[in-house]
């Protein structure tokens, strides 16, 4: 279990359940007819992505030049999703 964990092995676990879940929404919209995709929902689920991209290249060991690249790409998304929600509260 240690190994998991150390070698960032989790991270790709959890990263393959974000992607589950994504195409369980996208499922979900198909069958329903709902508008399940929005920009917030995809910029939520971006950021979180790039965060455990953060976490695993960190446990590798990579480079701090990624780590920080991985949050800014977090920081992009988030930014996106509260304007986003800005947006729709407003309209």
């Known amino acids: 279990m240690e190994d998991l964990f150390?070698?960032?092995?989790i991270v790709d676990w959890?990263?393959?359940?974000?992607?589950?879940e994504?195409?369980?929404l996208?499922?979900?919209q198909t069958i329903t007819g709902t508008r399940v995709f929005c920009v917030d929902v995809l910029s939520g689920i971006a950021a979180?992505?790039?965060?455990l991209l953060a976490l695993r290249c960190a446990l590798r060991d990579l480079s701090w030049m990624w780590v920080a690249?991985?949050?800014?790409g977090?920081?992009?998304?988030?930014?996106?999703?509260?304007?986003?929600r800005g947006r729709v509260k407003s309209a």
């Open 6 to 9: 150390v070698s960032g092995r």
């Open 14 to 20: 959890v990263i393959a359940l974000l992607v589950l």
């Open 22 to 24: 994504m195409v369980g």
């Open 26 to 28: 996208l499922a979900w």
């Open 48 to 51: 979180g992505l790039f965060l």
């Open 69 to 72: 690249l991985c949050l800014s």
């Open 74 to 84: 977090a920081l992009a998304a988030h930014l996106a999703s509260l304007w986003a």
